[in-house]
């Protein structure tokens, strides 16, 4: 059985409208590569906040040197609103939004973990769920060794490029 369907990819400034093929178990896009989405269970601290997102951490992470990021040690993935579940905690999550409010910086109230944020930006394909990876509860060590980081230069707002230095992030 073959099935067609059309996606959106995000990755730093580019975006490209692809072609997914769904070709017996294997998704194959329209450049020939191997798509790796997963079902990713994620938690913050405590427990109270749970959540599901359905992740190709293949396709890439990034992390940003602006004072948020660089404070919270930010290394996140990007899925859109409809590949997120929350399961548990909404009520046990605070928001921090600050700036342009563009990005919602969630956090559980009562262990201050930050397990996601989101947000809308036009320039990376409009609403977004951020997933921070430290909050995973089933990744495999080697799939975070494995993605490809993409590296933000936020405290310059240069936000396409990387920042000159990156080793600390």
Request: hydrophobic fraction near 35%.
């Amino acid at each position: 059985m073959l099935s067609v369907a059309l996606c959106d990819t995000v990755f730093g400034n580019i975006r490209q409208r692809c072609i997914v093929i769904l070709a017996g178990t294997r998704l194959i896009d329209s450049c020939g590569e191997m798509l790796m989405k997963k079902t990713y269970q994620g938690s913050c601290h405590c427990g109270a906040v749970k959540f599901e997102a359905d992740i190709d951490l293949t396709q890439g992470t990034s992390k940003c040197n602006c004072s948020i990021c660089t404070k919270t040690r930010n290394w996140s993935a990007i899925a859109k609103p409809d590949a997120f579940r929350l399961l548990a905690g909404e009520d046990a999550l605070s928001d921090y939004s600050f700036g342009s409010n563009s990005a919602h910086h969630l956090f559980c109230r009562h262990c201050g973990v930050r397990p996601f944020g989101r947000g809308y930006i036009e320039q990376i394909g409009g609403a977004y769920v951020a997933v921070r990876l430290a909050s995973l509860d089933n990744v495999d060590p080697a799939e975070l060794v494995d993605a490809p980081v993409h590296y933000c230069d936020g405290r310059n707002n240069n936000w396409w490029n990387a920042p000159a230095e990156t080793r600390h992030l």
